[in-house]
């Protein structure tokens, strides 16, 4: 069963994330967002690309249950290198990948978020990085994408800290391009999708090809360095106590180790 739905509206796809309650990012939903991509690839009408949530959120976050089948190091590393090679790939999308969010985008489904091209959020949503209160770090490239898009200091402080902001303060930092009502959110995102489907398709292709060309070079380097580290941390007794206790429904006791 596909945990993900998607509806073409003339030469829109718009892909809603389906996996109550919390929408977490399992392998399979990425692997079913791969295979959306790799469809939209094949039509050349399509000229942008909606994502949303369906129910309460976006996306809460990876699938932290998930995540107590996986053995070792490697197993840890290869998990965090297939989500930052699609979300790299939703970067480097030949047609624009617009986020609309609602309710929370945290840990994964914020790195998800962030990989798109534009991100329309409600008002009250809450965005943020928190692996570090179950004693692990972000790693679909949180560490390295959130500073591109409200510097050093805000990512340092909203990574360690797990605090997560408003969709109102997202847009404040730079983080999202403009806040709604819960109620307007998805239909300023369809209206926003629409009008940028009314351009040629060729001059879009070329605009996402030229704007990347901003960012910095060090990126691919910064997100290997990610992926060693988030792969290095689950060897440690305070990611296996984080997790368990997430499970729980309970707070951590971390031992520092």
Do not use: W
């Not at 959110?185 to 369809?190: C, I, T």
């Amino acid at each position: 069963m596909s945990t993900l739905t998607s509806q073409l509206k003339g030469n829109v796809v718009e892909i809603t994330i389906q996996s109550p309650p919390a929408n977490a990012l399992s392998s399979t939903i990425l692997q079913d967002l791969s295979d959306q991509l790799d469809k939209i690839e094949k039509d050349a009408a399509i000229k942008a690309v909606l994502l949303k949530g369906e129910g309460r959120f976006f996306s809460a976050g990876a699938d932290i249950k998930e995540f107590t089948s996986l053995q070792g190091e490697e197993d840890y590393k290869a998990l965090a290198s297939k989500g930052q090679q699609l979300f790299n790939r939703i970067e480097n999308f030949h047609v624009p990948v617009i986020a609309a969010i609602h309710g929370a985008a945290l840990g994964g489904g914020l790195e998800l978020a962030m990989s798109c091209h534009i991100r329309y959020v409600a008002e009250d949503a809450k965005l943020g990085l928190p692996e570090l209160n179950l004693g692990i770090i972000p790693g679909f490239a949180g560490t390295q994408r959130l500073p591109r898009y409200v510097g050093t200091a805000r990512a340092y402080e909203m990574i360690l800290s797990g605090v997560p902001i408003t969709g109102k303060e997202a847009v404040q930092i730079g983080l999202a391009n403009q806040s709604f009502s819960n109620e307007e959110l998805f239909a300023q995102a369809e209206k926003l999708a629409s009008a940028i489907a009314q351009k040629s398709g060729p001059t879009i292709h070329h605009v996402m090809k030229l704007i990347p060309y901003a960012h910095t070079s060090q990126f691919e380097s910064g997100i290997n360095a990610e992926a060693n580290a988030f792969g290095e941390v689950f060897g440690n007794t305070d990611a296996k106590e984080g997790i368990q206790a997430f499970i729980e429904k309970r707070n951590p006791e971390f031992k520092n180790q």
